[in-house]
């Protein structure tokens, strides 16, 4: 997955015309270790989509504006668009997250 570092790198990403995950994360957060421990399975699970991490202390006002209140949040953007959110609740195992995924395939 690739850090995204500025704003301008996350305008790009989300315009993309593929769906693509961006995954809001901090580093002092226990269940965003808990979800890197499985998480490169799901990724080589669902090869149609691009991975992104995004740290949500970096950039509060996009975590705030993308209504993330719980990390990990899985995003998923088409064409600037925000189309799916999973909240950090519901993404506790690998069939949680690939359920979540094969609404946007």
């Known amino acids: ?3 995204i570092i500025d704003v301008k790198k996350y305008e790009e990403v989300i315009s993309s015309e593929k ?8 580093t002092w957060c226990p269940d965003c270790s808990r979800l890197d421990a499985f998480v490169g399975e799901v990724i080589e699970e669902h ?9 949500r202390d970096e950039f ?4 705030s504006e993308q209504q993330v209140m719980g990390i990990p949040s ?3 953007y088409q064409n600037g ?9 519901n993404a506790k195992t690998p069939e949680q997250v690939e359920e979540f995924l094969t609404k946007f395939e």
């Open 74 to 76: 899985l995003l998923v």
């Open 1 to 3: 997955m690739e850090k």
């Open 19 to 26: 769906p693509v995950v961006v995954k809001f994360y901090a």
């Open 47 to 55: 090869p149609s989509f691009e991975w992104y991490t995004m740290d």
């Open 81 to 89: 668009e925000k189309i799916g959110h999973l909240h950090s609740a």
């Open 60 to 63: 509060p006002e996009i975590a």
